[in-house]
């Protein structure tokens, strides 16, 4: 992983300082590029929820090889983690790759190892036709999520994943901020939950809502129809001065914990925080920058290199807290 680190920092061109934690304090306010808005307040409040709880020891048992498998929305995983959606390498990343390479290099490495990584959408146009480029030749082995676009080339651009491949679609409803992408001629905007139960119905794809924070919103995620939400706040680049992720979750998992599945996302960089967020609610985590990091660092396999780092540790912290699944994680193993 050392050597990785280096190659990304030197590819990432001081976009990303590839920090030791990446805390997001090196790069606060640095949007476009990897930090996150304003005072970085919702980056930090996502590492900070996290660091907030311990894990509880627990070694006289019987759990020798804990069980790191989960199905999510019918998808087999081999541990419970996906690669957010991060788009633009360009603009955040240093531009020194093709947004194609980076897909290429974080999906292929996914896959290898057993577990789905995502695509996200933006503007211009080439980053959503990269998306689908190799989501097509993955035969559909990832999650493509779209920008809530104003216009119909919303539907448009769902349909069109579905074609190439896309058996799970999601939209990161909390980029409707993103003021950005009006002034580029392509407008983002909010949807009351009739609109979203539309689209979903419409839509031949299981369906995932990303950015969701309070429990009022992940109940309308039930009542129109989605498959599952992603409590998480876009990694502290829409909103400042909002909650962390694993601060909202355990009530939004106690609202809808086994009605729709629950991923989240936020400040995730180890083993142990995959466990954490399980005993907070959470099905699985997406994990976002140290993806990135790993995928320009090192490629496909550096991707697969940090899918093995995460996965040792997340086994170890089975061990030591005596946790026989993923699927059965109980909020006792923290405190
Ligand atoms: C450079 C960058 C680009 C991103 N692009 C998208 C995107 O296109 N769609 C999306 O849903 N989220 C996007 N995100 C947010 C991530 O999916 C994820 O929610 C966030 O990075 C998780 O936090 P973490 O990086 O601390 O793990 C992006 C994040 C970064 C850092």
């Known amino acids: 992983m050392q050597q990785i680190r280096?190659?990304?920092?030197?590819?990432?061109?001081?976009?990303?300082?590839?920090?030791?934690?990446?805390?997001?304090?090196?790069?606060?306010?640095?949007?476009?590029?990897?930090?996150?808005?304003g005072t970085g307040a919702s980056f930090h409040n996502n590492l900070r929820s996290l660091a907030n709880h311990r894990l509880v020891m627990r070694c006289i048992h019987d759990v020798v090889d804990p069980d790191t498998r989960v199905t999510l929305l019918g998808r087999a995983l081999q541990l419970p983690v996906l690669a957010a959606p991060m788009s633009g390498v360009s603009f955040n990343m240093g531009g020194l790759v093709t947004e194609q390479e980076y897909l290429s290099a974080l999906l292929e490495g996914c896959v290898a190892r057993g577990i789905l990584g995502c695509t996200g959408d933006g503007a211009p146009e080439l980053l959503t036709e990269a998306a689908f480029g190799v989501l097509h030749r993955l035969a559909g082995a990832a999650i493509p999520f779209i920008k809530p676009w104003e216009s119909e080339e919303l539907v448009v651009k769902l349909h069109s994943a579905i074609e190439h491949g896309a058996r799970i679609v999601g939209i990161d409803v909390d980029a409707v901020g993103l003021v950005t992408l009006r002034k580029m001629g392509h407008p983002v905007a909010p949807r009351p939950a009739a609109a979203f139960k539309e689209l979903i119905e419409q839509t031949p794809a299981k369906f995932i809502l990303k950015g969701i924070m309070t429990v009022d919103?992940?109940?309308?995620a039930v009542d129109v129809g989605a498959g599952a939400i992603v409590v998480s706040n876009h990694g502290g680049r829409v909103l400042d001065h909002v909650p962390g992720a694993a601060e909202v979750l355990p009530a939004i998992a106690d609202a809808v914990g086994g009605v729709i599945a629950i991923l989240a996302d936020g400040g995730v960089r180890s083993g142990e925080d995959v466990l954490k967020m399980l005993a907070l609610g959470a099905d699985a985590v997406m994990i976002g920058r140290p993806f990135a990091v790993a995928a320009l660092g090192g490629g496909r396999e550096g991707v697969e290199h940090?899918?093995?780092?995460?996965y040792t540790e997340l086994k170890a912290a089975m061990v030591l807290t005596g946790t026989r699944a993923v699927t059965n994680v109980t909020g006792d193993i923290l405190c």
């Open 217 to 220: 919103q992940a109940r309308l």
């Open 306 to 310: 940090y899918i093995n780092k995460i």
């Open 6 to 37: 280096e190659r990304a920092r030197e590819v990432m061109q001081g976009k990303c300082r590839v920090c030791p934690v990446c805390d997001g304090r090196a790069c606060v306010g640095e949007v476009p590029g990897m930090g996150s808005l």
